[in-house]
């Protein structure tokens, strides 16, 4: 190829002094000067707004640019270098945009299928020491979302509610003995966390009616631990997370942690889970000697309940298709069985006693002219 060569003015982008060079075209374009020398690729070669005859040519990865006024130069130049003349501003934007977009979509599209998707592969083989450390944390994370409820404990009530969980779990299969405790709170919910840990949120025992209803909720909540659900729940909300904190840019621990917690607490399953905790639910109550349909009792009032109050998190808020659920569970319970239920009426009224009575502050009362108030 003819090599054509011309004066021009070197720029280094940084100061506002030119330098006088020797441009040299050949396949490349050479420009030698006093401390200068530099070799261009042609495709990197940008044709900037300068008043004819000048022609001013930068370099599109860097600051640096020259200035000649050859006219011949400036023809062989343009015929050689094919972008020469490209916009590089808006086409770049565009381009940035729109590979953030895709970047975006992926990123979605991994959230709201891959992610659920493996998370049913990896449930399985994670080892139970490991999820059972992994239930600590979120159960700890869990309390700190409801605002610390206190743990209801009383002694009488404790020891029926562990020979119902272990009626209820006796001959079914499980990967862990499930660990049941009941916290005080104004909300009626249940909920399953990875290692066999089930929180019972104490407003769900005071809307149960009778102890074939509350059986059948933990039941229900053991048929997720059965199928290993809430540390898929954990996969996947862990996993949607860190992948949303790639593009939103905090990879922060604590945001991960808040998202399972949160995910917990809505017990967002899928339907099928749902059904298949539903179905372990009425099998278990009824081996234990209860009425399998009481499930569908309670879970139809709580959602009216629910509907009264939006703002609840309640056990079954995140699942519109209670209808359908409820007739699925009576058809699988069939006829109610003969009997008191699964617990006695003594055992019943134990158990709703699992949380004391808080004392009420005394009124204040005058005291020689004077007001006092009594503190607990």
Same mark, same amino acid.
């Given at each position: ?141 869990? /309390? ?80 997720? /631990? ?58 278990? /109550? ?91």
């Amino acid at each position: 190829m003819e090599a054509i060569t011309t004066e021009g003015t070197f720029f280094d982008g940084i100061s506002a002094r030119p330098r006088p060079v020797t441009l040299r075209l050949t396949f490349r374009l050479e420009i030698v000067g006093e401390d200068i020398t530099r070799d261009w690729s042609l495709l990197d070669l940008r044709a900037a707004d300068a008043a004819p005859p000048l022609m001013r040519i930068n370099h599109a990865q860097g600051p640096e640019s020259v200035e000649f006024a050859d006219a011949p130069f400036a023809e062989a130049l343009t015929a050689r270098c094919p972008d020469l003349n490209r916009a590089e501003g808006g086409g770049g934007v565009t381009r940035l945009v729109l590979w953030s977009i895709a970047a975006g979509v992926s990123v979605l599209l991994t959230a709201i299928y891959g992610v659920p998707a493996a998370s049913g592969l990896l449930a399985p083989l994670v080892p139970q020491a490991f999820e059972a450390q992994i239930g600590r944390s979120v159960d700890g994370q869990i /309390v700190t979302l409801l605002d610390n409820p206190p743990l209801c404990n009383e002694a009488a009530a404790r020891a029926v509610l562990d020979r119902l969980a272990a009626r209820l779990t006796e001959g079914m299969a499980l990967p862990v003995a499930p660990q049941v405790s009941v916290r005080r709170h104004k909300v009626a919910n249940a909920l399953a966390l990875p290692g066999g840990r089930v929180i019972l949120l104490s407003d769900i025992i005071a809307k149960a009616r009778n102890g074939d209803e509350l059986a059948g909720i933990l039941a229900h909540e053991f048929g997720h /631990v059965a199928a290993r659900d809430p540390m898929r729940s954990v996969i996947t909300a862990g996993g949607t997370s860190f992948l949303l904190s790639l593009v939103l840019g905090d990879l922060t621990g604590s945001t991960v942690l808040v998202t399972v917690g949160q995910a917990a607490i809505s017990a967002g399953y899928s339907r099928d889970a749902e059904r298949a905790a539903d179905a372990y639910a009425v099998a278990a /109550v009824k081996r234990a000697g209860g009425d399998g349909a009481a499930l569908a009792a309670i879970l139809e009032r709580i959602t009216d309940a629910d509907h009264e109050k939006p703002d609840a998190i309640s056990f079954l808020r995140s699942h519109p298709f209670t209808a359908e659920r409820a007739a699925r569970i009576r058809s699988l319970a069939g006829e109610k069985p003969a009997g008191p239920g699964i617990l006695s009426e003594a055992e019943w009224t134990s158990l709703q006693g699992i949380c004391p009575k808080q004392a009420k502050p005394e009124k204040s009362k005058p005291d020689e002219g004077k007001t006092r108030t009594e503190k607990l």
